[in-house]
């Protein structure tokens, strides 16, 4: 059974730069994608990025492109998301989610793609 951990939320301050962490437990993340999804207070969960087992390719919402990087560590089994020039609608929690399947890079932007979810982080971004 895949397991996963958030941690690394927090308060920020606008303009500054948070780097999230997804440990994977019960199975190597090199096998697994692994995407972010965010939810903001009433509103539904949106995804953030994605990253496909193979060869890494990576996906971005476009509310997030060119601020956002979604990797992977291999010999510590955790996944990160970092996130630079943060604004106040990027408050959120922050969950990581992960999948037994092969998606296609346009997948990945879809919940009902993983079956595996963290519990979530919060992030706050405010002055």
């Known amino acids: 059974q895949v397991q996963l951990v958030e941690s690394g939320g927090g308060l920020v301050q606008p303009g500054g730069s948070l780097r999230l962490s997804c440990e994977v437990s019960?199975?190597?993340?090199?096998?697994?994608?692994m995407a972010w999804f965010r939810q903001a207070p009433g509103k539904e969960r949106e995804f953030v990025a994605g990253?496909?087992?193979?060869?890494?390719?990576?996906t971005a919402a476009d509310s997030v492109k060119g601020r956002v990087t979604i990797s992977r560590d291999s010999g510590k089994n955790t996944g990160y998301l970092q996130m630079n020039s943060v604004k106040p609608e990027d408050t959120a929690v922050y969950y990581c989610?992960?999948?037994?399947?092969?998606?296609?890079?346009?997948?990945?932007?879809?919940?009902?793609?993983?079956?595996?979810w963290g519990q979530g982080t919060q992030v706050t971004v405010s002055s």
């Open positions: 989610a992960s999948t037994s399947g092969s998606p296609i890079t346009s997948s990945l932007r879809f919940a009902s793609t993983y079956e595996y």
């Open positions: 990253i496909k087992r193979s060869f890494g390719t990576t």
């Open positions: 019960g199975r190597s993340i090199s096998t697994l994608p």
